[in-house]
């Protein structure tokens, strides 16, 4: 189950650090001035990644009131290092027991009622949304972060009361216990999905080799606005099928290969660097942090989103690449602010 994105991650590396506990860990190179109270400083980036004004206040309290308690230069350390910073951040802790990490984290988790709690297989009851027959439950799995996604963003858009999602987060009770009026939208929402990935656990089986050339067919390419041959896009999407064919499975291989539209293709899963060209061919790319890849693909389920919302998310995702590369990248933290802000102008909430 997901949480809100960057609140409790900056503390979930550091509790699986194997560093000895030492005190006096100096912050890390290239870092800000430390604040006058840093424990001012370090709560606070903590809670601006919170969107509600309550949970940010909470959010500011429990982390302000677990730094007091810290040595001194943890404290420092803490309040100057970024929070996409994972190394940076296990220095920081290493002074803090493991016990207080893991309270500290969990009072965090506990504090936040947000959309990013919702998962529609954990909190489901089994018949609301069991494995279709004949899937395998690995792919299944595939299949449910595009659903959580949807819902995510059904969440945002309506958007469901806290009092819901306090009851989804407390009990994990089935939705339909929980969400009132809102069940029936959120079954309108995920019904496309599932009944795409529920014929593809019931189609043949698709070779990697059909399914690249269904992804990258001509008519596709040429939808694009794609000069030249989608050959070698053909042969990258199929080299990579069976380089790691568990997550090329059976079942998303057939759900590719029916799926219609760009919407549909994102229904399987399938991620956003596949796109017209994919970032495959270009030269030496650069990583891009996770929370900002997944936050892309959850944008391009949205509804109402231009014809063209693929490609020009595939040429926003090559200049963070490019700026990720360069001497002053950005952190995680505001390439993840720019590309909500960038949905948010569609219409968007992610």
Not at 45 to 71: G, L, N
Not at 167 to 187: N, S, V, Y
Not at 244 to 266: F, G, S
């Amino acid at each position: 189950m997901r949480t809100a994105i960057g609140v409790v991650g900056v503390l979930v590396a550091c509790s699986h650090s194997s560093s000895s506990p030492t005190q006096g860990s100096a912050a890390p190179s290239g870092s800000a001035v430390v604040a006058p109270d840093p424990c001012d400083a370090f709560a606070t980036t903590m809670s601006r990644h919170v969107s509600a004004p309550d949970d940010q206040k909470a959010v500011f309290a429990i982390a302000h009131k677990h730094c007091a308690t810290w040595p001194a230069a943890t404290q420092q350390c803490a309040a100057v290092t970024r929070d996409d910073d994972d190394e940076g951040q296990e220095k920081c802790f290493a002074g803090v027991p493991m016990l207080d990490r893991a309270t500290l984290r969990d009072e965090l988790a506990d504090a936040v009622v947000d959309c990013g709690i919702v998962d529609p297989l954990e909190a489901g009851s089994p018949d609301w949304l069991a494995a279709p027959v004949g899937i395998a439950p690995e792919a299944w799995r595939e299949a449910t972060s595009t659903l959580d996604n949807i819902a995510e963003l059904q969440c945002r858009a309506t958007p469901w009361p806290r009092t819901e999602l306090r009851c989804l987060r407390a009990a994990k009770r089935p939705p339909h216990d929980c969400l009132g009026a809102d069940a029936a939208a959120l079954d309108a929402a995920l019904a496309p999905a599932i009944d795409l990935w529920t014929r593809a656990a019931a189609a043949k089986p698709s070779t990697c080799e059909r399914m690249a050339e269904a992804w990258y067919s001509d008519a596709a390419w040429q939808a694009h606005h794609r000069a030249g041959s989608p050959n070698a896009a053909r042969h990258a999407l199929a080299e990579s099928c069976h380089k790691t064919a568990d997550l090329w499975n059976p079942a998303r291989r057939a759900c590719v290969v029916l799926a219609k539209t760009d919407r549909e293709r994102v229904y399987c899963g399938i991620g956003v660097q596949w796109g017209f060209p994919p970032l495959a061919l270009d030269s030496k790319p650069k990583d891009i942090c996770p929370d900002v890849e997944l936050a892309e693909a959850r944008g391009l389920l949205c509804d109402g989103l231009s014809a063209d919302a693929w490609d020009r998310e595939i040429d926003a995702i090559r200049t963070q690449r490019a700026a990720m590369a360069s001497a002053n990248a950005p952190s995680c933290s505001d390439s993840l602010t720019e590309v909500i802000a960038r949905f948010a102008r569609l219409g968007c909430k992610l």
